[in-house]
T-cell receptor, first 114, second 110 residues
Framework: ETGVTQTPRHLVMGMTNKKSLKCEQH?????MYWYKQSAKKPLELMFV???????ENNSVPSRFSPECPNSSHLFLHLHTLQPEDSALYLC?????????????FGPGTRLTVL | RKEVEQDPGPFNVPEGATVAFNCTYS??????FFWYRQDCRKEPKLLMS???SGNEDGRFTAQLNRASQYISLLIRDSKLSDSATYLC???????????FGGGTRLMVKP
């Protein structure tokens, strides 16, 4: 399935590095989401974009910076991360206003911070 | 109290068994309810929505009790391929947000 794609699939970075995660959806959706999934914890919603406008920021540290240039692309810019930020980062999309509650997930980026 | 609470398991069952998972949610204003399935090291995928009247999809039956804020998933005639983590998910359209439970792990053994 290629509805929602994410790159890279795996990323190892040092605490002083800057990197970006990319998500692209090919479903014609207009809402996109970033989630964090840590070991033994539920998925945590980080950011929500509806029609390219950020509508939710769940108290996420500023070392995570989202960007949504258009309704098909979503980025998560990372800088000066901590080892506890190591997790699976999942992107999802949905059709806001029509079918807002059915979200389709990308395969995730498994991030390791050294 | 967690917003969406599930028994993490694991539930170890033999092939052909019937297994039931439960989930409770704390926000009485929640509007929609789902079960997602997540295979090891893969993304979550929608398994089924949960309707107030209860709904069935093949071997899977979902029930919702709004008064008790309780959701269930019943799997009949378990297959090896049912082994996965089952995520209870609650939707609240204030903020267009899904809230996920921690998941219940199922392992079906031959």
């Amino acid at each position: 399935e290629t509805g929602v794609t994410q790159t890279p699939r795996h990323l190892v970075m040092g605490m002083t590095n800057k990197k970006s995660l990319k998500c692209e959806q090919h479903l014609g959706h207009n809402a996109m989401y970033w989630y964090k999934q840590s070991a033994k914890k539920p998925l945590e919603l980080m950011f929500v974009y509806n029609f390219k406008e950020q509508t939710e920021n769940n108290s996420v540290p500023s070392r995570f910076s989202p960007e949504c240039p258009n309704s098909s692309h979503l980025f998560l810019h990372l800088h000066t991360l901590q080892p506890e930020d190591s997790a699976l980062y999942l992107c999802a999309s949905s059709l806001a206003g029509v079918d807002p509650d059915t979200q389709y997930f990308g395969p995730g980026t498994r991030l390791t911070v050294l | 109290r967690k917003e969406v609470e599930q028994d993490p398991g694991p539930f170890n069952v033999p092939e052909g068994a019937t297994v039931a998972f439960n989930c409770t949610y704390s926000n009485s204003a929640s509007q929609s309810f789902f079960w997602y399935r997540q295979d090891c090291r893969k993304e979550p995928k929608l398994l089924m929505s949960v309707y107030s009247s209860g709904n069935e999809d093949g071997r899977f039956t979902a029930q919702l009790n709004r008064a008790s804020q309780y959701i269930s998933l019943l799997i009949r005639d378990s297959k090896l391929s049912d082994s996965a983590t089952y995520l209870c998910v609650v939707y609240n359209n204030a903020g267009n947000m899904l809230t996920f439970g921690g998941g219940t792990r199922l392992m079906v053994k031959p």
